[in-house]
């Protein structure tokens, strides 16, 4: 399995790297007036732009984590409650005594 491993990361990081030394062109980014950056290659901005959505995506899922386990939360908080309540309306069981023969 470390093996498999191993194999993908290096493809991965070949297929970044050619993938740098094909995209070299500059990019000038323009907002309007407010924004102006210096041109920048293009695969620079990819990465950028992926690592960025890779963040909002980790914190959004952080966010639904929390929100799932909240749930959970209430969720056994009722199951505990009913389950209490079922057990208080339970008649105790009627146990008969063995007759002992005298």
Known sequence: MRIIYLILV???ALFIVTFSQQNLT???LQYYKYLDIPPVPAYLLIFISLLFGIIITGFWGIVERFRLNR???RLNKIVRDLR????ANDTPPIINEPKIPK
């Open 10 to 12: 290096i493809v991965f």
């Open 26 to 28: 500059p990019v000038h």
């Open 84 to 87: 209490k309540e079922l057990n």
């Open 71 to 73: 749930t959970i939360r």
